[in-house]
């Protein structure tokens, strides 16, 4: 028996370093790590230990046995991965042992000057690798800085409620808010409450892991109107964000059209057409909840400006669509480049989505409107949208139809997922064009003592883990500078630092108040059968990690 890597897979690579027999890849070392969609075990290796297993923070390896019948695909993908090409080190000659060689302790400071104080900002899976790194091989003390009153950032509010499994990393990271050397301030905000230059002022570094938080825009006529939304709002509004309008949402007609061509488009499509019941399970946003029972949407086009092969998203999230319960998936042929695309399968580096996507093709050009009883996803390729009519709110989009010519669709909403886009943070750079802040392997150019990890530092690429090597370069530099000397000495100290941010802001939350944040939507999710119930509103929040109880409701 062996083991295989399956749909969840977050790339991190904590399972690699637990492998005694070297058969999962690419490797960070290796040259195709952060270029392939997971991490693959090569069963010709693996001795079914188990230790991947284990060690995942996600819950995405099993035994190839137990598989589901929705993840038996897995099996296949991670064996194809080691056919044809070079094999990877150590797989051709049996288990491959890692070799003793001299002993490794991990990073730690110099005995000539005392622990870093660094405060990082954000505490998404960017901000909290940079954490758990600095904690596990420092013996830095570290500030952990949020603009909302409660932590997770892209974990808590951007994966979507039907991925329970990919949620579970939050658990890892969770364990260092309690952390004897870590210091908590949510609900700062930096710029409003203080300034870089007070933060820099309290603290040896200070890491920004802000990520990218508003969207790409059409550019297009009618964008403006009702009814034309970002998918950042949208992923929002049923995760529950404090921010998102509860009742922003209309999902009365029966077409919804997605532009975009990666994950989160079909993230956003999928719950759209998602069996409600299914998603009570989950820790969906309550109006959500309630919104999509009540929904009349039944089919949902997503439109790629390119074609298949240029797809941005990946094939754990394409098969995810196939085993969706009483949903067709369908790949619109409208353009014949589309299917020339599709049957080149066995070629390029999309050879494997390629492949999944010829396994749902239809001969036959999807019609052009909604069945009215069967729920849908239909993928429309070199199908781009140039307006959006409406009188009031959206009625049709007019599309692009692969031949020069123009065609609309009737929809009742548009949502665009083209991609994030970084803010600038007062006092840093920025650059307009990639939306990121300048560096060099993460330190800030021309500020001394500021660092950036994550999407406000590469741009908006890369899942979790991708955050993790991310996070090891920045926190590399960082420990460079320390030795070197190069880092600007605080003037406050820690404890200056909480009169501070408790004088400009009177509801930041610590880490007593998100534990009682955390206890309260557990006891609610009990009550209803569900694995939390998220507070929705910045100040149901705070009164709870202030009480560490639920707020009365009123009557």
């Known amino acids: 028996m062996t083991y295989a890597i399956t749909q969840t897979c977050c790339n991190d690579a904590t399972c690699v370093a637990v492998c005694p027999v070297n058969c999962i890849h690419p490797t960070p070392e290796e040259r195709a790590f952060g270029s392939t969609e997971m991490l693959h075990?090569?069963?010709?290796?693996?001795?079914?230990?188990?230790a991947c297993a284990d060690a995942c923070p996600v819950d995405a390896i099993f035994p190839v046995?137990?598989?589901?019948?929705?993840?038996?695909?897995?099996?296949?993908?991670?064996?194809?991965?080691?056919?044809?090409?070079?094999?990877?080190?150590?797989?051709?000659?049996?288990p491959n042992f890692h070799a003793w060689g001299e002993p490794v302790f991990g990073r730690s400071l110099p005995s000539d000057f005392g622990p870093l104080r660094v405060a990082v900002v954000g505490t998404g899976?960017?901000?909290?690798?940079?954490?758990?790194?600095?904690?596990?091989?420092?013996?830095?003390?570290v500030t952990l800085i949020d603009r909302l009153p409660v932590a997770g950032g892209l974990v808590r509010y951007g994966v979507a409620p039907d991925h329970p499994a990919t949620k579970k990393v939050g658990d890892t990271f969770s364990r260092f808010h309690s952390h004897p050397r870590v210091r908590m301030h949510l609900g700062i905000e930096v710029g409003r409450d203080v300034t870089a230059e007070e933060l820099a002022a309290h603290h040896d570094a200070v890491i920004y892991a802000v990520g990218a938080s508003t969207d790409r825009r059409l550019g297009i006529p009618g964008e403006d109107g009702p009814g034309c939304l970002s998918a950042t709002s949208f992923v929002a509004w049923y995760n529950a964000h404090p921010e998102a309008v509860a009742q922003g949402v209309d999902l009365s007609a029966e077409r919804v059209v997605v532009v975009g061509n990666g994950n989160?488009?079909?993230?956003?499509?999928?719950?759209?057409v998602a069996d409600p019941e299914a998603l009570a399970g989950t820790d969906i946003a309550a109006h959500a909840l309630e919104a999509l029972r009540a929904s009349r949407v039944r089919e949902?086009?997503?439109?790629?400006?390119?074609?298949?092969?240029?797809?941005?998203?990946?094939?754990?999230?394409?098969?995810?669509?196939?085993?969706?319960?009483?949903?067709?998936?369908?790949?619109?042929?409208?353009?014949?480049?589309?299917?020339?695309?599709?049957?080149?399968?066995?070629?390029?580096?999309?050879?494997?989505?390629?492949?999944?996507?010829?396994?749902?093709?239809?001969?036959?050009?999807?019609?052009?409107?909604?069945?009215?009883?069967?729920?849908?996803?239909?993928?429309?390729?070199?199908?781009?949208?140039?307006?959006?009519?409406?009188?009031?709110?959206?009625?049709?989009?007019?599309?692009t139809d692969g031949g020069g010519g123009a065609a609309d669709l009737a929809a009742g909403m548009l949502l665009r997922a083209i991609g994030y886009r970084g803010l600038p943070v007062p006092?840093?750079?920025?650059?307009?064009?990639?939306?990121?802040?300048?560096?060099?392997?993460?330190?800030?150019?021309?500020?001394?003592?500021?660092y950036v990890v994550g999407w406000i530092k590469r741009g908006p690429s890369g899942g979790i883990g991708a955050n993790r090597t991310c996070a090891a370069e920045t926190v590399g530099t960082?420990?460079?500078?320390?030795?070197?000397?190069?880092?600007?000495?605080?003037?406050g100290d820690a404890r200056a630092f909480r009169r501070?941010?408790?004088?400009?802001?009177?509801?930041?939350?610590?880490a007593r108040g998100l534990a009682a944040i955390d206890r309260a939507e557990r006891d609610r999710g009990r009550r209803d059968g569900r694995p939390r119930v998220k507070l929705a509103t910045v100040e149901e929040l705070v009164a709870t990690a202030r009480a560490g109880r639920l707020p009365r409701l009123s009557r």
């Open 427 to 450: 006092g840093l750079p920025f650059d307009e064009a990639s939306g990121t802040v300048p560096h060099e392997g993460g330190r800030v150019a021309g500020l001394p003592g500021g």
């Open 125 to 141: 899976p960017a901000g909290m690798y940079a954490a758990q790194d600095l904690l596990l091989h420092t013996a830095a003390e």
């Open 300 to 399: 949902v086009v997503v439109l790629g400006r390119r074609g298949p092969e240029d797809a941005a998203y990946t094939r754990s999230e394409l098969l995810a669509l196939k085993h969706l319960p009483d949903v067709e998936l369908v790949v619109d042929d409208h353009d014949p480049r589309t299917g020339a695309a599709i049957d080149a399968a066995g070629a390029g580096d999309r050879a494997g989505l390629l492949r999944g996507l010829a396994r749902v093709r239809t001969d036959a050009a999807a019609p052009t409107t909604p069945t009215g009883a069967a729920r849908r996803i239909v993928l429309r390729f070199h199908s781009g949208p140039v307006e959006i009519l409406g009188d009031g709110d959206v009625r049709t989009v007019r599309v």
């Open 478 to 491: 960082l420990l460079a500078d320390a030795v070197a000397g190069t880092l600007p000495a605080p003037t």
């Open 500 to 510: 501070l941010a408790r004088r400009r802001n009177r509801r930041v939350v610590d």
């Open 264 to 272: 989160v488009a079909l993230d956003v499509a999928r719950i759209l």
């Open 41 to 50: 075990i090569d069963p010709r290796a693996c001795i079914d230990c188990g």
């Open 65 to 94: 046995d137990s598989l589901s019948a929705g993840q038996r695909e897995y099996a296949d993908i991670n064996a194809a991965y080691y056919e044809g090409g070079e094999p990877a080190p150590g797989t051709t000659e049996g």
